[in-house]
């Protein structure tokens, strides 16, 4: 069927810079340098006043958004219950599971964000995702305010981390419907006055010719996976004869997790700098150049760390599950949304004068725990473990079966070797001290170089693979 042209739509079309009052933004939210003149250093009084009026103003939009509106009521709490943050703990937490249930009470993008497609006035909007293991990926709509709040919560932590003006950033995160290398470019390109160069992970572009353009075009930095960057640094040594060190790259951004930092500093001579961060939210935290733990986005963020079996709220210096709750967001709030990852709040302070509290780095996932006979094993401590070993290049990958008539649970740990002569010390040793370090036994299986990636997908992805319970395959 033929359709006459639209000459003349009668359509309301939303512009995006009409959408906002940037100036007015970036007086609520400083990007760099101001950031640091101001927000970085306010005084811990100020901080919580601040606090305490978004919070206020986060709990009004959440009784607007059906789910909280149903999650709190459940909880027994009336609009007015909460009258400030010494209320907070009164709000019931929620999790992914509760998030995938508002989109199965009301398909397919769920009554949690409170905007979408459909939404009036119509308002410019983007569209990420996240998830998707099984089924369709968990969408989330982005509105203009969230998103540029988002980019200069990144543009902070990369300015603080030590990029500059005119530098090139090759960002090496994934290209696609998830948010990775989409916010990233927006931080640097519209609040650092960085360039950034996408090149995605290897499937968009291969990795020998990022190395060629970090070596032509004089890249300064680099932001990816440690994984993925681990990676690019040995195709520049072993296929093309490029020593990384030589590079010249002065800064790598990575959530390293349990990885060790120091792997990554030799192979390319350049400071490693951890932060944190979700698809939902963005850029909560980052360490500064003492790299003495992940200053928190306090005027964007309240963070908190619980016991996840009790959900009681446990003190400085003790791991937990981190609950956070946005100060900033339109669409989508989070209000004590548990992202299941295991951190703690460093006490005191830095020596880089901020005010601003800090967060220890990831060690692992609730989520992600492995019940073996008794124990409980996360992938980032094998991880740590396999790269204490030099002999290894740190590529990992655990099957977990059951094994025999009586269904015993099983832990295989391929691990990638320099050299196949040391396969059988490297076995016999990682074994023992992965006993030590997880109080269960487990198998290690030495590969060559690249055999794993079938199975992490290090080479072609910036959301690396580590582990396959077999055991849930029936």
């Known amino acids: 069927m033929q359709r006459e042209p639209l000459t003349d739509p009668d359509w309301d079309i939303p512009r995006y810079h009409k959408a906002l ?38 709990v009004a939009r959440g009784w607007q958004i059906p789910f909280f509106q149903r999650h709190w009521a459940k909880a027994g709490l009336k609009p007015g219950d909460i009258r400030g943050l010494d209320d907070l703990t009164h709000i019931p937490p929620y999790d992914v599971h509760d998030v ?51 980019a200069i919560l990144g543009a902070r932590r990369w300015v603080m981390q030590g990029i500059k003006p005119g530098d090139l950033v090759l960002v090496n995160y994934s290209l696609g419907l998830g948010n990775g290398g989409h916010a990233h470019r927006e931080q640097l390109w519209q609040y650092t006055g960085a360039i950034p160069v996408m090149t995605g992970s290897g499937t968009s572009t291969p990795t020998r010719r990022q190395v060629e353009l970090i070596k032509a075009w004089g890249i300064k930095a680099i932001l990816g996976s440690a994984a993925y960057i681990r990676h690019t640094a040995a195709v520049a040594r072993d296929e093309l004869g490029i020593d990384p060190r030589s590079l010249g790259i002065k800064m790598i951004g990575v959530g390293l997790g349990m990885e060790d930092r120091t ?39 309240i963070m908190e760390v619980a016991d996840p079996e009790t959900g009681s709220l446990v003190p400085d210096g003790v791991k937990g599950t981190t609950y956070i709750t946005t100060l900033y967001k339109h669409g989508a709030p989070q209000i004590r949304f548990n992202v299941n990852d295991i951190s ?32 409980n094993v996360f992938p980032e401590a094998v991880g740590a473990v396999v790269a204490e070993d030099r002999r290894t290049n740190g590529e990992f990958f655990i099957f977990v079966d059951y094994v025999g008539p009586e269904k ?59 582990l396959l319970d077999r055991r849930k395959q029936g």
């Open 263 to 301: 792997i990554l500093e030799e192979l390319w001579d350049a400071p490693v700098f951890d932060g944190y961060g979700t698809h939902e939210s963005g850029a909560m935290a980052a360490e500064c150049q003492h790299r003495d733990g992940m200053h928190i986005n306090e005027d964007c963020f």
């Open 408 to 466: 015993n649970s099983e832990m295989d740990i391929w691990v990638e070797v320099r050299d196949h002569a040391t396969a059988e010390s490297v076995r016999v040793d990682l074994e023992r001290r992965l006993r030590e370090v997880l109080s269960v036994r487990v198998g290690v299986r030495p590969v060559a170089i690249g055999e794993l990636d079938v199975h992490t997908g290090t080479a072609r992805n910036s959301k690396i693979r580590r």
């Open 344 to 375: 703690a709040i460093q006490p005191g302070t830095c020596a880089c004068g901020s005010t601003m509290r800090r967060l220890e780095r990831i060690y692992g996932r609730n989520d992600n725990m492995i019940k073996l006979r008794g124990a």
């Open 21 to 58: 009052d940037f100036d007015q933004l970036e007086r609520d939210y400083p990007p760099p340098p101001d950031y640091f003149r101001t927000v970085f250093r306010m005084s811990r009084d100020e901080l919580r006043a601040l606090q305490e009026r978004r919070f206020l103003a986060t």
């Open 100 to 150: 995938r249930a508002s989109i199965e009470h009301k398909p397919p993008f769920g009554d949690f964000m409170g905007i979408g497609p459909d939404e009036l006035p119509r308002m410019p909007m983007v569209v990420q995702t996240s998830g998707g293991t099984t089924g369709l990926p968990r969408p989330m709509f982005y509105a203009p305010q969230d998103r540029e709040i988002m």
